[in-house]
């Protein structure tokens, strides 16, 4: 594969942990401009997924390429500047608590020490004002709701000018209107030309933002396309994820 090859792949990658397999012959495409949403269960292995391609732990079999360079067979300094590719809102948001909004969504501009300093606050702010919360700039993640505190990890996200976002599970824990202005800000993100990588167990979140979708069922992808093909689909698993009968939720 050329190394700019512009996507990210996996190609049959297993993963087992503490005696249990996590992921079997697991494929992914994640092309340019694409804004695609991983779908499964509560410990399905869907982070597992994303900490994968970060490099964050290793397949015991497969391929994992980024921008066509395979970061499976080699020592990590090797893509580290593939990986800087990538930027992450973790599920929870995982924001510094003894450093303020503006040093969280600074710190990795901060830490490279590449641009000057007044070149990073306006970054800084630029990154605020586009989700949000500017006004919250000099507070501690403490002082924030559930809902800002995404916001402010997709701004620290953006202030790396990543090529690819990964979400891992964005509206988890928020009420409506949370759930609706995180909605607006990965569409505007898209309409920007980012591409994204979500996982979710959330329908409605993944059908608003995404138009290809991939289901994690039992450690395989159960399906991968579009949300007319999904919808159609009458594979019974993936059937059970869409509408679960009565019956599967008491399992
Ligand atoms: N170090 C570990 N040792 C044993 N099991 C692990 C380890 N790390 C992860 N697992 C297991 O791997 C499975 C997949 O975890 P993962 O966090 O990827 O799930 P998930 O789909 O993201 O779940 P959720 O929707 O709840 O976030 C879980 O059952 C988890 O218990
Ligand atoms: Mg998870």
Known sequence: ????????????????????????????????????????????????????????????????????????????????????????????GALFDSMTVGENVGYRLFEEGRLPEAEIEAIVREKLRFVGVEASLDLYPAELSGGMKKRVAIARALAADPDYIFFDEPTTGLDPIGVYNIVSLMRRLQDAGKTTLMVTHDLATAFATSQRFSLLHESRLAFEGSEADLKACDLANVREFLQPTDASLFV
């Open 1 to 92: 594969m050329p190394q700019n090859d512009q996507c990210i792949r996996m190609e049959k990658v297993g993963y087992q942990v503490g005696g249990r397999t996590i992921l079997t012959d697991f494929d992914l495409l994640l092309e340019r401009g694409v804004n695609r949403t991983i779908l499964g269960v509560s410990g399905s292995g869907k982070t597992t997924i994303l900490k994968l391609i970060l490099g964050l732990i290793h397949p015991q079999s497969g391929r994992i390429f980024i921008n066509g360079l395979e970061i499976t067979d080699q020592p990590e300094a090797v893509y580290r500047e593939q990986r800087k590719r990538i930027a992450v809102v973790f599920q929870g």
